[in-house]
């Protein structure tokens, strides 16, 4: 069995487009996926596509209707609304949703089964409290956490935190450094909810704890947004305007143990982890020393420090230090600009894609003046370690 | 209509079939922990197929413990996103270990109230709360005296 994608480098990201970020859009979810995906196609040169892929997960545990089109967008229900017979149209249903969604895009335009596949994700954040839930009856695995007062992610990352807080020595300064950078980051993206809105240490600080040590800084926002990006095969790609950028790799995985709902014990989450890293450097070929961009994911805040360490960036457990250094300072020359894309603290609820967007844009030359200088190889990263994966982009194929 | 509005009420647990007996001991106060037929080990929750050896019939029962364990994590919850908890803010969550078994963890609340001073491997036994007459849900206090 061998780990190396078969596909490398073979399927290129051709374009892109990008809502705008909000708390809550005055336009339906639905009609901003169809103006979304239209402008996407038209970015990457095209008039349209023949395949359609998403993860459409609503990711809350609240108590709120799934409904295609307004909560959630599938990619059938895409199509449709487009008005285009896809000859491929597919959702996933796994772990990752980004990078589930991008083998599954790639795995398309590889195989034939389309050859322009739109991969699109759209969040909703709905009226009423996103997480809160009115249950009276804890039944199948819920019965485990619910009547013991245990539910929803604010919790579930506590636990790995709180662990990782003892075993290691982390202070909330260093955390408040995690915020800063995201926010600086996000505060410079025209599209973000947080547009010129920097965070400070002090206000950090500042903020009460829900779930103790998480406070509501460290939880990304929920939001409204879409993005739409269109694949297609390096081959085609040559005819098309932009600089395309290259898939060259996966890391997924999943944890075995038994656990009750949402319980993520710190070694479940650094002992997966590092087996997906192990994966993506094994399926690129590349490893750590070789990446100039590695995006992080940050939907909680102490993702970063767990991503930090499972892809070999900086030592186990001295994540938090790193980050205090200054190491993750994306203005700061030699310092490694994990959180450029300003993440999801710093856009809002965008469940991954500010990460792969933030590889696309510095990997095509399209950031504009937040463009960075010589950045060949991105790892773009979605979920906690252990829950989700990554995935390796490139521009210079040729180099390996 | 007088009066405030109720309370919301803490959602309880509905036994089925695989886990009747873990809710007829909670209410005796006793701590049962599903068990292997065929290897022994321990599992929660159970499932369908035993993680230890694999077999696709474990005929788990329900065997009584000791109910003491250590605190591997921990959370002080000051919101709720379940309504019925609302009136017990600030409480503290903690994540066990029981002794019984390595990595054998369950979730529950500590009773001895947000400021009980908690590190990781704090020694902890099994409490139950009574939330209704036919119901009681297991949960945690420190044990007095005990090194943590
Ligand atoms: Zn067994």
Redesign the pocket.
């Known amino acids: 069995m061998s780990g190396t994608m078969a596909a490398r480098n073979k399927v290129v990201i051709a374009g892109y487009a990008h809502s705008q970020v909000e708390r809550h859009s005055d336009q339906q979810l639905g009609s901003m996926a169809v103006d979304t995906a239209r402008r996407a196609i038209a970015d990457a040169g095209l008039d349209a596509v023949d395949g359609f892929v998403t993860g459409a997960l609503f990711p809350t545990s609240g108590s709120h209707a799934a409904e295609d089109g307004i909560s959630l967008v599938t990619a059938n229900w895409l199509a449709e609304h487009l008005g285009i017979n896809p000859r491929y149209a597919a959702g996933f249903q796994g772990f990752g949703q980004i990078p589930g969604s991008v083998t599954m895009a790639v795995n398309a335009v590889a195989s034939g089964a389309a050859d322009y596949v739109l991969l699109h994700r759209a969040l909703h954040n709905p009226k009423g409290k996103y997480h809160e839930n009115t249950m009276r009856d804890a039944r199948g695995s819920q019965q485990w956490t619910v009547p013991q007062g245990y539910f929803g992610p604010l919790a579930m990352i506590a636990l790995p935190y709180q662990e990782y807080i003892q075993r290691y020595g982390a202070t909330r300064e260093a955390m408040a450094q995690v915020l800063v950078e995201a926010r600086k980051n996000g505060a410079r993206l025209p599209w973000s909810h947080w547009y010129g809105q920097p965070l400070t240490a002090e206000e950090y600080l500042a903020a009460p704890f829900i779930s103790d040590p998480i406070c509501r800084y460290d939880c990304d926002i929920p939001v409204d947004g879409v993005a739409a990006f269109v694949f297609t095969t390096a081959e085609r790609a040559k005819d098309l305007p932009n600089q395309p950028v290259y898939v060259s790799g996966f890391g997924m995985g999943a944890p075995v143990t038994r656990r009750t709902p949402v319980h993520w014990p710190l070694d479940d989450i650094m002992g997966v982890g590092e087996e997906t890293a192990r994966r993506l450097w094994e399926s690129s070929g590349i490893g750590p020393g070789d990446v100039d961009l590695p995006q992080v994911y940050d939907g909680f805040s102490p993702f970063v420090y767990f991503w930090l360490e499972c892809l070999g960036l900086c030592p186990k457990g001295e994540a938090h230090r790193f980050v205090l250094d200054g190491q993750i300072d994306s203005d700061r020359p030699g310092a490694i600009p994990a959180l450029s894309s300003g993440g999801a603290l710093g856009n809002g609820r965008m469940h991954g894609v500010p990460q792969m967007l933030e590889c696309y844009l510095q990997l095509s030359g399209r950031a504009g003046e937040r463009q960075r200088q010589g950045v060949n190889v991105g790892v773009a990263c979605h979920s906690s370690p252990h829950f989700g994966g990554a995935v390796v982009y490139t521009n210079t194929p040729t180099r390996r | 209509m007088t009066g405030p509005p109720a309370e919301p009420l803490r959602p309880l647990p509905v036994p089925d079939e695989l886990s009747a007996p873990y809710w007829d001991a909670a209410a005796r106060h006793r701590l049962a922990v599903a068990r ?6 321990f ?1 929660h929750p159970p499932d369908v197929v ?6 696709s019939d ?1 005929e788990f029962r329900f065997t009584e413990v000791s109910g003491r364990g250590r605190v591997r994590s921990w959370t002080v919850m000051h919101q709720s996103f379940l309504p019925g908890f609302r009136a017990d803010l600030p409480y503290v969550l903690v994540d066990v270990e029981l002794v019984e078994q390595a990595d054998l963890r369950l979730i529950g609340r500590l009773l001895d109230g947000p400021d009980a001073p908690l590190g990781l491997g704090s020694e902890v036994h099994v409490a139950f709360e009574d939330v209704t007459p036919e119901v009681s849900v297991p949960a945690f206090v420190l044990t007095a005296g005990a090194d943590s």
Not at chain 2, 36 to 41: A, I, L, P, Y
Not at chain 2, 50 to 55: D, E, F, L, S
């Open positions: 292997c037929s065929r290897c022994g080990t599992a035993c993680q230890a050896c694999g077999t474990p």
